[in-house]
Structure formats: C-alpha cells, structure tokens
C-alpha cells in the first residue's frame, strides 16, 4: 500500500514538469551564475583582478621608481590614462573602478623634508564602490608608497629621532593621501542601504508578474476572457486596464520602500538612505522600471497555458534576471563577461538608473539611457503582450 | 439577422474544423445548434461573435460585418458562456457595474439596466453578496444578468442549465423565452435535447465541421411517424444491394443496417417484417412513432464516443 502511494507521488511529480523545473533546472542556473559573478570576489586566484585608473602630471613620469610602483599596485590591474577627464569619463562609464592621481611635483613633495610641500595624492572610487574595495585600494596605495619611500629612506641620514619619526610618518604617507567618491559634491559614501533599498525594490516591482498572471490565467480558464472578447471595447484597453492598477502598485511599493530606507532602517543600523539633489528623477524611472515589469509580467501571463505556469516561469525569470543584472550581486565584482551580460537586463538598467541619481547625484543626461532604455523595452513587451492576447481564445 | 457562407475554419497547425458552412438564422427565432463535443459548435460561435476571424467566408450580423463593424455588432450582441464567467472575488452588484462599464453608450441608464437585470434573473436579493458563495444556479442566473445588461438584439447561450438544480434550470428556460418573447434573437447551444425540443423553433445539427441539418423543429422532425428497424449485418455486398434496391421500391431506405421510413398504417409494418422475415434476415431493434431529437441526433452523428 505504502509503495503505491510513494509510486503515485513519483508518478505525479516526475510528470509536474514545472515542479522539475524548479528542483533541478534552477539550481543549475543559479550555481552557474553565482559562481561565475563571485569568481574574483570568493577564493581562488582571480584571473580578472579589478581595473583601476592611473594618471602621473608630466614631471612624475621622470622618476620612473616611482611610475614602476604604480603602474605594479597589488590586486589590481592599473590603467593609464593621458589626462583626469579621460579618467573620470571611464570611471563614469563603468570601466574602472577607481582612480590615482599624482599630481604636479608629487614626486618631489615624497623626496622633500615633511612641511615643504603639500601636493597630495587623490584616490577616486566609483560611486558604488563598498567600502571593502576602497579599502584594497587605498592599501595598495599606502603600499606603493611606502615601497618607494623605504627606498628613499636610505638616502637621508644624520636626523633626531623626532625628526626621523616626522620623516617616517611622512613616508608612510599618512598625511599625504586624500580620498574623495567620485560624481559627489558631498563626501557621502554608498552604504548598504544606499544599495538594498534600489535593488530590492526593483526585484519586488518585478514580481507583479504573480498577481497579473494569476488574475489573467483565471480569466481565461473561467471563461471570462472570453466573455470579455466579446463587449465592445478594444482588446488594448483590457491589457491597459491591467497596467494602470499595477503602476499604481509599484508606485505604492517604490515610495514604501524608499520610507523605510529613509526612516526605519537608520532606527536600526544608524545610517539611512539619502535622496541626492536630482532625487525628482526617481519619479519617471520607477514609472520606466513599472512598466517594464508590468509589460514583462503581461508577455508571461499571456503566452503561459496554466496559473502554475505562469507562476514558475515568472518566478524563475525575475530570479535569473536579478541574479544576472546585479540585484543579488553587484555588478562590479563580477567579471568582465558577466558585466557584459548583466547590462542585458531590465534589472541592471534599472538598478544602474537608481545609482545615478542616489549616489552619483547624476541628472538626466546619466539616468535618461537607462530610463530610455527600459521605456523602449516596456513597449515592445507591451506590443507582443497585446499580440498575444488576441491570440489566447484560438489556444484551446 | 445572421448569415453565414462558406465558412471555413481551422486552427494553426490543425486539420480543417469548419467545412463550408452555410447557415441563416432568422431575427427573433429560438434557433438550437446541436453537435456532439468536437463538433465545431463553440468555433461557430466564436466566429459568430467575433472571437475568430474565418479564414474563407464570410459572416453577416444584421447585415454587419466582423472586424469592420465590430463595435455596432458586439453592441447589440450577448455571448454567455458555459463558465461561470465573471469574478467570484466581487459582489453580483460589483459584477454588474464592471461588465456594464465596458458598454460605451450604457453610461445614463446604467444603473437601470443593472436593476432590469437583476430582476429578470431574480437576483435582487442577492445582489451584495460575493459570487464566490454562490450555489451552481446563482452562478448561472449571475452568468446570464450579465449577459442581459445592454439588452442584446442577439444571444448566445452555451449549455446554460449545466449542473443546477431543477428549479433554477426551470427558472432559466423560463428567462430564455421571456428574452425571445421579447424580440430578441437566441443561438442556444446544449447536450440536453429534450431542452432544444422545448423551447427552440429552429434546429441545427452539426457533426465534424458540417451542417448535417438545419430547419425549423416540426420539419426535421417529421409530423408522420417514423418506423426504424435495425438489422443484423448483412456481409453478402450482392444480397444487400438486392435488399437496399426493393426497400427503396417500397419507399424505405437502408443506410448501413438500418432500415427507416414512414409506413402508413400497421398493416404496412406487419408487411414490411414478412418481407425480412422471407428473407432470413433478423431484427435487432425495432421502433416505430414519431421521430424525436435524440433519435434524428444518434442517427445523424452516430453513437460512437468522441474525445
């Protein structure tokens, strides 16, 4: 009796194809995705050490001690660049996460006696660069000069032990290094909720994708779908009248989250969300980010034959498509391949969308692609979701 | 007030569905469309309520045609579905708002036409309940007030007594000639023949994509009676041709192994069997009194079960 039953369940599941989906098939993605995203960040020798700028003022270059120590820092692989605007628009574009730059005379300010000079080193970060990255950085920085300046050492001789201890602090370079976040007019650094609170909400705003489908799905096994091809109103305004409800959800789901960044979580953890100058930008691209979401969740209900379909295929893409486009794990410790996949994704464009505006303090020459971008997607998606809803009374 | 030519029908990637269809069904008729499962009914209608565009043919509402005159046409037109399509989640009121919504010229006498509906249905009472609570009759009278809402010219009822209880059936075929009685053209479609008897004066009986026949009740039904006697299986091809040929001579036909026609009195039957019985040939089954729905419906489409 007891093997009948187990019989029956195995039968049952091995024929729920969704159900196998889920146990086998996602697993399987997600431990690809992961590993390769968390590659450089997680053990392991990285093959792709994280890309940061280097520019030397002209007279730097002469002392080519000084340009080896650099252009050698540990962790990283430094690119040079010919000129700071050059440097930032990289920075900006995402192809380097920080930058050095050795001004004017730095070179003679590290041979010369502590208060002569004061020419400093600048250290820039990325705007969503976490604080464990500037910290590599920095340190390799601390230790390139240092090497340089253990070299120099040996070159001053008859001092007191003051002054020795002034030269050593001076050539440890504690008083000669300054960092500042790039794109900031304040000194504000991303903090994690300056992090969780965009990308959450995108995953959540992206889990429309239950209701509408659900809802959907029911009208069409009901029969009132049907029912409702048959009133005179244009089939586009049913699929609209879907959207605008859910655009409203949204809406209430972005600014609840962004309150709780702002307000409870510094209850919690001391350090909340910031809305930037730009933050009016928020509005149009939640709006983008909702219909996108809305658009993407309208394709799967219309093209899927069941509920549990629906459920699971959506449930699935909004879990691949976080995964990939740096919800669950920030794009910038992924490896270059992974960053070129994770711009693929209505998540990433969103998300990078977010950071413009909250970290970067950007305005809408940085947020407008992004906006643009899931706009256009929202409305292809919408155009196919109408498509196939005409169709959906021939699939019997 | 319909008209239907040369319609043909498949869905992508499937055989043929609808074969050259003609049909017309005359303003004001309670016309029944009869057809066992896979038949092509629900196709029909859903090229006749605009669901589907046919792919040859051509189909006139009122002398209006799909898509072009989509929105006149689905004006005046009730499509009421076999399923309980509405939304248990609302109140038979909320229901009713929504759907008469949707009616752009309804929005002066909206509220009117809801309490017409409701009355006619008899579901005033009910009418802040959530369907979601409902028996199987209310979900039905529910199915149909919403199909009443823009006062329909033209309605299609899909096996609208299925699961309910006598009395809320009763109460519906009630309705439906109330609806007819009031001018309004009918399609009812249902599996239940003593129903299509009752209460339709016009008859459609389809079977693999074709009309196999199509008139009013009385006529295919015959007013004489009707002998059918159904034989043993004749092998010899000779010997049933021999038999077939006299059968004919006497005025009766033998399709398959059976035998039908209209004899005029029992002298005649009496005649007939001697006639078989010289022949050595046996009688299965034997009826003879006036044709019934079921019997023509059997007799059309056979009686092997369909998917």
């Known amino acids: 009796m007891l093997f009948a039953v187990i019989k029956k369940e195995l039968l049952l599941v091995s024929r729920d194809i969704h159900a196998l989906l889920v146990l086998f098939l996602l697993p399987i993605v997600f431990i690809l995705i992961m590993s390769l995203a968390l590659q450089d960040r997680m053990g392991g020798e990285s093959k792709e050490r994280p890309k940061v700028g280097l520019w030397m003022a002209a007279d730097n270059h002469q002392d080519g001690e000084l340009r080896s120590h650099f252009e050698q820092l540990e962790g990283v692989q430094v690119v ?22 050795l001004p004017a005379q730095f070179a003679k300010t590290l041979q010369s006696p502590v208060t002569e000079r004061s020419e400093k080193l600048r250290i820039l ?38 002054q020795r201890q002034q030269r050593v602090d001076h050539l440890l370079g504690r008083s000669l290094v300054v960092t500042e976040t790039h794109g900031t007019a304040t000194q504000t650094q991303p903090s994690s909720v300056q ?41 586009s305004y049913l699929l609209i009248g879907k959207l605008i409800p859910y655009l409203g959800i949204n809406l209430i789901q972005a600014l609840l989250m962004l309150l709780v960044g702002i307000h409870l979580v510094p209850l919690l953890t001391g350090e909340g969300l910031q809305l930037a100058g730009n933050s009016w930008l928020l509005l149009p691209l939640i709006i983008a980010t909702s219909l996108s979401a809305i658009s993407f969740a309208l394709l799967i209900a219309t093209q899927a034959k069941t509920t ?29 391949l992974m960053q070129q996949i994770a711009a693929l994704s209505p998540m990433n464009w969103a998300l990078e969308g977010f950071f413009s505006i909250l ?3 950007g305005g809408w020459a940085m947020a407008g692609p992004e906006i643009l971008k899931l706009l256009a997607f929202s409305g292809c998606l919408f155009l196919l979701s109408i498509h196939s809803y005409k169709g959906l009374t021939e699939i019997k | 007030m319909i008209k239907l030519q040369q319609i043909e029908y498949h869905y992508p990637h499937h055989p043929p569905l609808l074969k ?25 209608i859903s090229l006749m309520t605009g669901q589907l565009q046919p792919l040859a043919g051509e189909i006139l509402i009122d002398g209006k045609r799909y898509p072009e005159q989509r929105t006149s046409i689905l004006e005046k037109l009730a499509h009421i579905p076999q399923e309980y399509a509405f939304y248990p989640q609302l109140s038979v009121q909320e229901n009713l708002q929504f759907f008469a919504s949707l009616y752009p010229g309804m929005s002066r006498d909206r509220n009117q036409l809801i309490d017409q509906a409701l009355a006619l249905t008899g579901l005033k009472q009910h009418q802040d309940k959530l369907a979601k609570h409902f028996s199987g009759g209310l979900k039905r009278r529910l199915n149909l007030a919403i199909g009443l809402l823009n006062k329909p010219q033209l309605i299609f009822l899909d096996e609208p007594t299925v699961g309910i209880d006598p009395q809320s059936r009763h109460f519906i075929l009630q309705s439906i000639r109330e609806l007819n009685e009031g001018g309004s053209t009918i399609v009812y479609t249902s599996h239940y023949m003593e129903e299509i008897e009752q209460l339709c004066d016009q008859v459609a009986i389809m079977d693999h994509g074709k009309i196999l026949v199509h008139g009013p009740l009385g006529q295919i039904l015959h007013q004489d009676p009707q002998l059918n006697i159904e034989l043993e299986p004749i092998a010899d091809k000779q010997r049933y041709q021999q038999l077939s040929d006299s059968l004919q001579a006497d005025g009766y036909q033998l399709s398959e192994q059976t035998i039908s026609g209209q004899p005029k009195d029992q002298s005649e039957v009496n005649e007939l069997l001697q006639k078989l019985a010289s022949k050595n040939l046996s009688v299965v089954n034997l009826s003879y009194g006036k044709q019934t729905l079921e019997k023509l419906f059997f007799e059309l489409t056979q009686t092997h079960l369909r998917d």
């Open chain 1, 125 to 162: 970060y990325a705007a969503t660069l976490p604080r464990s990255m500037r910290r590599s950085i920095l340190g390799a920085v601390r230790q390139a000069l240092g090497a340089y300046q253990v070299n120099q050492l040996f070159k001053y001789d008859e001092m007191s032990d003051v």
């Open chain 2, 20 to 44: 050259a269809v003609d049909l017309a069904i005359a303003r004001g008729s309670l016309f029944g469309l009869l057809g066992p499962n896979g038949a092509g009914k629900t196709t029909l």
């Open chain 1, 308 to 336: 549990e379909q629906a459920t699971t295929l959506g449930g699935i893409s909004n879990l691949i498509l976080a995964a990939i486009g740096g919800i669950m794990v920030p794009t910038f410790v992924m490896p270059e």
């Open chain 1, 80 to 101: 040079s660049f010919e000129s700071t605007k050059q440097l930032g628009q990289a920075l900006q574009r995402g192809e380097i996460i920080g930058g050095i730059l």
């Open chain 1, 195 to 235: 992090q969780s609170v965009p990308a959450w909400l995108i995953f959540s705003m992206f889990f429309v994708v239950l209701p509408i489908s659900t809802t959907l799905l029911t009208e069409r096994q009901q029969g009132t779908l049907q029912r409702l091809q048959t009133l005179p109103v244009p089939r």
């Open chain 1, 359 to 361: 970290l970067r303090e």
